[in-house]
C-alpha cells in the first residue's frame, strides 16, 4: 500500500498567482474588473475567438449559452447521455428538453449519426460534450448543424487546448457557434471556480455580457469605480454568474502554463498506455485520430467486467485500499432518476453510455504528479486487476 493518499486530480497553482491574489486583494477591487477582463483577451487570443466571455462556472457559461438562444418550451437540444449533469441541467433551465443521442463507447463522443436521427422540427441546438478532451467528429456535426440550421453549443469543459482536425476547440469555425470551458480545480487549467465562453457571434456575445450580471446594461460592472457609470438599465432578467478579479488573476498565470500542463499530461497518458497495453481487463482510450487533438483532462479506461471478476465499483474500492484515488466520470445520465421521472428515459435507450459508464474510471492523472505518482498508479493498476478479486 502506499504511503500517502494520491488523488486522481491536483491543482497546480504557481506563487506568481498567489502573489496576484494577495495582491488584488489588497487593490481594494475584488470582483469584476480589469484582471477579469484582461483573462479574457488572454483567452481569446489563445482560442481564436472573436469573444471569449468569462462567467464563475462552466455550468453559468453553459446557461448563458443555451438561454442567449431564446429557447422556448417544447425545444429541443441534442445532447450526449455520457456527461455531467450541468450540461442536461443548463438546457433544462433555459426552457428546452434535452435529447439525447447515444455515445460510441470506444471515443466516448456523441455519434453523429444518431444526432441526425434524433432531430424534429423542434431542435434548436446540437451540444456535443468533447469527453475526457477528445474532441468530436466536428466535420460531421458541423454538417448537421448547417444542413439544419442549428446552433452548435460545444460543452469543452474538458477541452482547453484541444483540437478536432486541426482546429482548436474554442475557435468557432462559422457561425452560430459557442464553446463552454471549466475552470473547475481538476481541469486543464483553474480558477478556483470559473469557465469561459467562446463565440464569433456579435449578439451571442452581448448576451452573455448581460445575462451574467442581472441583466444590467453592459459596463456596470464598474458602477461603483470613480469614473464608473452609477446608472444602468435592466435589458433581460439575467443572474449572478460573473467571473471575479480574484479569479481571473488565477487565470492569467495559468494561461502562461497551459501548453506545458497539456504536454505533460499526453507525457503521463503516454505511460499508462505503454505500461497497460497488455494488461487483460483494462480497455485503454481508443488512439486519438489523425489530426486531431487530445486534452487529456481525463485518462478513463474501462474496467472489462467481461474478463474479470471484480466489477469497476470494486475496482475502485481495492484502489482506494492501496491509496490510490479514483473517480466515475460519469454514470449515464439517462439513468438518474430526476430524468427518468421528466422524460421517460430507462435502462436500454442508449447502450454504448450504458456499457461506458457501468465500466468507466477515472486513474490518476494532472501535470504535478511525480515520477513515483505515475509507478504507483501502474503498479497498484496491475496488482488489482491482475489479482482479480483475490
Ligand atoms: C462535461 C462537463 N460539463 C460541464 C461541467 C461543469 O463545469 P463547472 O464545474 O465549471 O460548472 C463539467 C464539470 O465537471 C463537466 O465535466
Redesign the pocket.
Known sequence: MRETFLPFAKPDVAEDAVAAVAQCLRSGWLTTGPRTIEFEEIFKNYAGAKYAVSFN????G?HGAFAALGLKSGDEVITTPM??A??LNTIIFAGAKPVLADIDPKTLNIIPAEIEKKITAKTKAIAP?H?AGRPCDMAAIEAIAQKHGLWIIE?A??ALGAAAGGRKIGKPGGAKRAA?F???P??NITTG???MVCTDDENMAEFLSVFRQHGMSKGAWNRYAAKGKTHYDILLPGLKYNMMDIQAVIGISQMKRLEAFNKRRAEIVAQYMAAFKDLEGLILPAPVKEGDTHSWHIFTPLIDTEKLKITRDEFMKLMGAQNIGTAL?YQAAHLFSCYQKSYGWKQGDYPGAEYAGGRIVSLPLFPAMTEQDIQDTIKYTKQVIEGNGK
Do not use: I, M, P, Q
Open positions: 462556472s462552466a455550468t453559468a453553459l456527461t455531467f450541468a450540461t460534450v469527453f460543452d469543459a474538458h463552454v471549466s475552470f473547475h481538476t481541469k471556480e470559473g469557465g466520470h
